[in-house]
């Protein structure tokens, strides 16, 4: 059986370290000289991008990824408890 208590916390911690990569990536879009923010792209919807939605779209992507593997791990795990418990069996 699958433990809830787990697969969120696990998705929690991966969405903040998520969150933290979509923050580097949007810091390292920018160009910084000076006080002055010049974007490498002109356009605006990179420059939309580069604010905020960085940072859910890592979170987002960590939070999925994160319980994703998490129940896939306890899958596992209860599969190869079924395994070695018929193996035992015969």
């Not at 990536?25 to 920018?30: Q, S, W």
């Not at 919807?45 to 604010?51: C, G, K, M, N, V």
């Amino acid at each position: 059986m699958i433990n809830p208590r787990t697969v969120f916390a696990s998705g929690i911690i991966s969405a903040l370290i998520g969150a933290m990569i979509g923050y580097g990536a949007g810091y390292l879009a920018l160009n910084r000289h000076g006080n002055s923010q010049i974007y490498r792209y002109n356009s605006q919807a990179y420059e939309q991008l580069y604010t905020h939605k960085f940072v859910w779209i890592g979170a987002i992507a960590g939070l999925l990824i994160g319980m994703g593997q998490d129940c896939v791990l306890q899958m596992k795990r209860e599969q190869e408890k079924e395994q070695k418990s018929s193996q035992d069996s015969y």
